[in-house]
């Protein structure tokens, strides 16, 4: 403990050093923003640093200073940051064709909708946008309730799919509760009641809660790649089951595909595992860098939100102000029409790089006698994967569920989350959770200068920690 605050205190007086600027303006934001700024995860310890452009792989501050980028709009930036294919077609906007909001409907949704539904490639399902993944999942969640007549969620622990009600238990791991523990103040007690969690990847563990429960649960939502959890894949198997154990119990099968979606492959990962969920949300870089998301699914639940029904029984998933947005959706098509076309060049590429960043990582680090794991590779099905997350075991550990990565009697939390997070901002490179995604603009010249920084950080430890 003590080794570790040393550390960090050589750390973040490197990190002040190279950042002056952005400690003004952040001392700014935080006269009239709580925490200054909007989403915590940006605003890291002691203070982020506050960026004036991006391009490609790259971040620049307001003291000049230079970051590769691992986070890429929270992984919604699979072609790098302001790719030329999407600042091509804004230069083609013009406010008379709706690139500010109207607020009638347009041809562009239209032409995102068949795009997707055409890459998902399931019959008889049908789209709704809205325009984040919160939204899509609450809605999910709530269509499901209408389909089924229950109440009850079944989810992963370690599942994250926004801040809403149904969904606030269960993300993060707390060394009492484990993934037991209400995530939010404000979440009724009677809806925590209703929330119920199971591991990711064990089938027995999922037979056990739905043998107890199938018949109050109306849905069973599932990362089939888990992002925060810990990037990693579900086995077939496991899919396999969820599928028939839904089907067995009447339970609706919800895969939330915010992070893998057109991540993979230019489709849902589901299509790798041959397997058609009764709902799907999509989110982050469906959008082309807008606020864009998705729930599709099959038409006979999607209908529940119809205005026909009885307001008992349909969910009101029907507003949204700027729900569909032209420009929105107009550079979602760009996004996914580029990933489709360019499908071969693309997902290779990035899978070879993450492959590169996850085998390298674990060598420099353990080059210095520091075991390192690195999550985010595929498996039998998902067979290349541009995620990765750094974990430093501390047993021995599978990482096949989201405890492994996040209990701290099992991983070294704190080392990944604040140490190696600074170490590698004073070297240039900006990580999430220890990692995060290779765009298709990180080239082999990024990577060894990533290579370099953790390998740097390693030498760090090794001084200071091991
Ligand atoms: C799997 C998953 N679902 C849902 C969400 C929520 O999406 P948003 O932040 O757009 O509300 C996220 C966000 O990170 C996510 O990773």
Redesign the pocket.
């Known amino acids: 403990m003590i080794k570790i605050d040393k550390l960090l205190e050589f750390l973040e007086a490197q990190y002040r050093k190279k950042t002056k600027k952005s400690l003004q303006i952040y001392r700014r934001a935080q006269r009239v923003m709580v925490q200054g700024g909007s989403h915590s995860l940006r605003l890291f310890s002691p203070y982020p640093f506050i960026i004036t452009r991006a391009k490609g792989p790259m971040v620049y501050d307001f003291d000049r200073n230079a970051y590769i980028d691992y986070w890429q709009g ?1 992984y919604a930036n699979i072609l790098g940051h302001n790719p030329k294919v999407l600042t091509d077609e804004f230069k083609r906007f013009s406010l008379e064709d709706g690139s500010l909001h109207t607020g009638f409907e347009g041809e562009s949704q239209i032409k995102l909708a068949e795009l997707l539904l055409k890459q998902l490639g399931h019959k008889d399902y049908r789209i709704r946008f809205t325009t ?6 609450m809605y999910a969640v709530m269509l499901s309730q209408a389909y089924t007549g229950r109440d009850g969620v079944l989810k992963i622990g370690g ?4 801040a809403s009600p149904y969904l606030l238990k269960g993300v993060k791991y707390y060394p009492q509760a484990g993934f037991e523990q209400a995530e939010s103040a404000g979440v009724p007690k009677e809806i925590l009641r209703k929330i119920f969690t199971t591991r990711f990847n064990d089938g027995d563990d999922l037979e056990k809660v739905l043998w107890r429960k199938g018949s109050e649960i109306a849905c069973l939502i599932v ?1 089939p790649f888990l ?2 959890g810990g990037f990693l894949a579900a086995s077939q198997e496991y899919l396999d089951l969820a599928r028939a154990l839904t089907e067995k119990y009447g339970i609706v099968l919800i895969f ?1 595909e ?2 893998s979606g057109f991540r993979f492959c230019p489709s849902g990962v589901q299509k790798l595992y041959g397997i058609e969920p009764d709902l799907s ?1 999509f ?2 870089l469906i959008g082309g860098g807008h606020a864009v ?1 998705a729930v599709a699914g099959k038409s006979e639940i999607l209908e529940k939100c119809l205005p026909q029904g009885s307001a008992k029984l349909r969910v009101l998933f029907e507003g949204g102000t700027f729900s569909s947005h032209t420009q929105y959706m107009r550079a979602g098509y760009v996004m996914l029409k580029s990933l489709a076309d360019q499908a071969s060049r693309i997902y290779p590429k990035i899978a070879a790089t993450g492959e590169n960043l996850r085998r390298r990582v674990e060598e420099v680090f353990g080059d210095r006698g520091i075991e390192v794991k690195c999550t985010g590779d595929g498996n039998d099905v998902v067979k290349g994967s541009s995620l990765f997350m750094v974990n430093f075991p501390l047993k021995r550990v599978r990482y096949t569920s989201a405890e492994d990565v996040w209990n701290p009697a099992l991983s070294h939390v704190r080392l990944k989350e604040e140490v190696l997070k600074l170490a590698l901002l004073t070297e240039g490179v900006h990580v999430v959770h220890g990692g995060g995604a290779a765009s298709a603009a990180h080239e082999e010249k990024h990577v060894e200068q990533t290579i370099a920084a953790y390998s740097e950080a390693a030498r760090l430890f090794k001084k200071y920690l091991y």
């Open positions: 929270h984040s993944g919160t939204l899509a999942t599942g994250w799919h926004g990362e992002g925060v939330d915010i992070i949300t989110g982050k998301s």
